[in-house]
């Protein structure tokens, strides 16, 4: 630490003189902050953003080539918001990735602080994720959840190749600090028992014969809903959405973070200033306070993963 008594600063004939022997001490003057540390109203330096499946899927497939699942634990591409600088997470605590396992490959089992979840976009019978020693099938439109520091591995016993999307709230872990990570002993966990029904998994058709069977609400901020879970984790809250066919929902914005990924159907979404049209698939993030909303051309299911539930527990949701 710089030597500085008391009394020397006490005795500062100015401000300039203070500033200058406050800064190698880390102390800086509140009143003169170069930037504010509270302002009025939120905002993000995450942008408005959309993926395709399409390029995800070829460069993937260009993948499948390039690299095994022994030179990468898993073989994925994340999708970083694009602003300056950023490599990693899509909206503030949360990151979404598309991922893919070759036929008769393994994804070796381990575990994490980050709660992580998948949506799966295009399998075949023979496709299932391990979850603490249950095997979990993994049918397009599933969503399979691997809460916090729960083992997990991927394997492909079909003769396909299998596509999904994860989410993970790792940049929310990164930011608090309590990350751990630890692999399997040996690699990979085998299972010692096949799920029928499990808390680890919400199927496709269950969940829309759900949003059927709900009142149709299709101009509604998220149009007709249904949540899985209450919530599914402790720090993401997943919805099912059904957008019925040129119909809008209502723009609205809020302090949560939203990413949204294409079931099924074809439409568009106006998010802050940018409009993006998607199809199965496809993938936009809605940062915080961000104004949006969506118009199918046909009729949709879209799936919300949001950072919701933390904020309402925490007092910041609005």
């Known amino acids: 630490m710089t030597q500085i008594t008391p009394e020397a600063l006490a005795n500062v004939p100015s401000l300039d003189d203070l500033y200058e022997k406050l800064a190698p001490l880390s ?85 994490h602080t980050p709660n992580a979840l998948r949506l799966i976009i295009d399998t075949k019978p023979g496709v299932y994720s391990i979850v603490n020693g249950t095997q979990i099938e993994m049918l397009p439109g599933d969503v399979v959840l691997t809460p916090n520091w729960c083992w997990h591995g991927h394997r492909n016993d079909s003769g396909a190749r299998a596509y999904w999307l994860d989410f993970l709230d790792a940049p929310l872990v990164q930011l608090l600090d309590p990350m751990f990570f630890e692999p ?48 599914a984790l402790d720090t993401m809250g997943l919805h099912m959405i059904s957008l019925a066919a040129n119909r809008q929902t209502t723009p609205f914005r809020t302090t949560a973070n939203n990413i949204y990924s294409v079931v099924s159907g074809t439409g568009s979404s106006t998010i802050g200033d940018k409009t993006f049209a998607w199809g ?34 925490l007092g910041f949701f609005r």
């Open 27 to 111: 102390i800086g003057a509140g009143w003169n902050k170069p930037t504010p540390s509270l302002w009025p109203e939120p905002k993000s330096i995450f942008q408005p953003a959309h993926w395709s499946y399409g390029q995800a899927k070829g460069a993937l497939d260009a993948a499948g080539r390039l690299i095994d699942t022994a030179q990468a634990e898993r073989r994925n591409l994340i999708l970083a918001n694009p602003f300056e600088g950023n490599t990693y997470a899509t909206t503030r605590t949360i990151v979404a990735a598309y991922q893919m396992i070759m036929p008769d490959e393994k994804a070796r089992s381990h575990r």
């Open 184 to 231: 399997y002993p040996g690699e990979f966990e085998e299972a010692t028992n096949v799920a029928g029904n499990s808390p680890m998994c919400f199927r496709a058709a269950d969940t829309v014969m759900r949003l059927k069977d709900s009142e149709q609400t299709p101009e509604a901020h998220y149009a007709t809903q249904v949540e899985l879970g209450d919530p």
């Open 280 to 313: 199965p698939g496809d993938v936009l993030a809605a940062p915080a306070w961000a104004t949006h909303s969506h118009k199918a051309t046909t009729d949709a299911i879209v799936f919300r993963v949001t950072d919701e539930p933390m904020l309402q527990r």
